[in-house]
């Protein structure tokens, strides 16, 4: 079952705008993970929040973590064309070590000029 | 620095034939694992490894096998394929104990397009 679930589904912005996508999660986590996926790749690392974090900042990614409301946000402020991909959240669980994520089902973002 | 690598990319089989996909990573790192992505299913874990001979389940094991004789290679078998297993399929891997502070990372290869006709 997926731990994560992405909101919205998919999300159109104007170069230059913010784009902000959700995850929700339904157990306790040692970190959550946010990768993107462009078109026909694989995935790239982004940024990783740990569960004592509430906010992480990364160029022009900001990520958030509520472990109260088992939710993190995504934010990706002045967006580019070249930000056009596919988001994912992941959780790592606390217990169980290897780095065994979790992924939710994504946020497709597209930017537009 | 060629990183983690899968082939091939892509492939058509039938029914009932068993196909293996091979992933070889370049950094020694400990753990691998398969992915499977299919639309509106986000990804799955199928199997990891968390060292040469050491492998488990993950969520969607039926119907695939794995082995991992070598630290680098991790392949992925379809004992005999069914049109359910057409998906695009991931390997990563990851290093728990390394330094520079991505232990917890997952690098995931390009992904091998699996047509199950």
């Known amino acids: 079952s997926q731990q994560g679930e992405e909101d919205p589904q998919a999300l159109s912005i104007q170069e230059g705008e913010n784009a902000t996508m959700n995850c929700s999660y339904k157990?306790?986590?040692?970190?959550l993970q946010w990768y993107r996926q462009n078109s026909g790749r694989g995935l790239v690392h982004l940024i990783l929040i740990r569960s004592n974090e509430r906010e992480k900042h990364s160029g022009r990614l900001r990520v958030t973590l509520d472990t109260s409301k088992k939710s993190s946000s995504l934010l990706i402020t002045a967006s580019r064309a070249a930000d056009t991909a596919s988001y994912f959240c992941?959780?790592?669980?606390?217990?169980?070590?290897?780095?065994?994520?979790?992924f939710g089902t994504g946020t497709q973002l597209k930017v537009e000029l | 620095d060629a990183g983690i690598t899968q082939s091939p990319r892509y492939k058509i089989t039938e029914t009932g034939r068993q196909v293996t996909l091979m992933c070889h990573q370049t950094w020694s790192h400990s753990y691998m694992f398969w992915y499977r992505q299919d639309l509106g299913h986000g990804l799955r874990l199928i199997y990891y490894?968390?060292?040469?001979?050491i492998t488990d389940k993950g969520e969607v094991p039926d119907g695939y096998v794995v082995s991992r004789s070598k630290t680098e290679n991790f392949p992925l078998t379809l004992e005999s394929a069914t049109r359910s297993q057409t998906s695009v399929y991931f390997c990563a891997s990851s290093d728990p104990w390394g330094a520079g502070g991505h232990q917890e990372t997952q690098y995931f290869g390009p992904g091998t397009r699996l047509l199950v006709l």
């Open positions: 992941a959780t790592d669980p606390p217990t169980g070590g290897g780095n065994k994520l979790t």
């Open positions: 490894s968390a060292a040469a001979d």
């Open positions: 157990t306790s986590i040692n970190n």
